[in-house]
T-cell receptor, first 113, second 110 residues
Framework: EDQVTQSPEALRLQEGESSSLNCSYT??????LFWYRQDPGKGPEFLFT???AGEEKEKERLKATLTKKESFLHITAPKPEDSATYLC??????????????FGAGTRLAVHP | NAGVTQTPKFQVLKTGQSMTLQCAQD?????MYWYRQDPGMGLRLIYY???????DKGEVPNGYNVSRLNKREFSLRLESAAPSQTSVYFC?????????FGPGTRLTVT
């Protein structure tokens, strides 16, 4: 069964304390892995797409990496404004030929000054 | 560009009432989606529309119907609301791979 698991569920960091969020997946026929940021009361905001093992993408203090079984979202020297829930999703081929997204439950990140 | 817009932002219904959630996108995307988000669970797909004129069931379609009115608009209807449908509903659209989400509708069914 296609599945996405994110860990930890919640993470508390001090400003400047670097860390990583994990997204492990089991899916037949991975077509892409996506990272989103979601602020309270808002819709998910697209961050990155990764397509193949070894690929890396960067945006400001965030770097996403991909292996054959998992992805990491590395946060370097985080600031309080990085506080949000980070969602991981994998794209797989659905039976009807549609590429569906399967979402993990997310990691709630809180960065304190 | 407004991106993906949803109305209403909040709604309270009584069990058995009906309502329609509206979604519109101005990015000229072919595909549109409806998800629900519940605490501790990932976003779950209710229905999707791969292109104008087509709709298909997702993971949790029971109790919902959809209409792809035109390329821009995709509505979600609850015919007889139940407390289990209390959730936050998100509409999304995509051109190829990345999906772009609206701000959500918070629905409470009492």
């Amino acid at each position: 069964e296609d599945q996405v698991t994110q860990s930890p569920e919640a993470l508390r960091l001090q400003e400047g304390e670097s860390s990583s969020l994990n997204c492990s997946y089991t899916v037949s026929g991975l077509r892409g892995l996506f990272w989103y940021r979601q602020d309270p009361g808002k819709g998910p905001e697209f961050l990155f797409t990764l397509y193949s093992a070894g690929e890396e993408k960067e945006k400001e203090r965030l770097k996403a990496t991909l292996t054959k079984k998992e992805s990491f979202l590395h946060i370097t020297a985080p600031k309080p404004e990085d506080s949000a829930t980070y969602l991981c999703a994998v794209q797989a081929l659905f039976s009807g030929g549609y590429n569906k997204l399967i979402f993990g439950a997310g990691t709630r990140l809180a960065v304190h000054p | 560009n407004a991106g993906v817009t949803q109305t209403p932002k909040f709604q309270v219904l009584k069990t058995g009432q009906s309502m329609t959630l509206q979604c519109a996108q101005d990015m000229n995307h072919n595909s549109m989606y409806w998800y629900r988000q519940d605490p501790g669970m990932g976003l779950r797909l209710i229905y999707y529309s791969a292109s104008e004129g087509t709709t298909d069931k997702g993971e949790v379609p029971n109790g919902y119907n959809v209409s792809r009115l035109n390329k821009r608009e995709f509505s979600l209807r609850l015919e007889s609301a139940a407390p289990s449908q209390t959730s936050v509903y998100f509409c999304a659209s995509s051109a190829v791979a990345e999906q772009y989400f609206g701000p959500g509708t918070r629905l409470t069914v009492t």
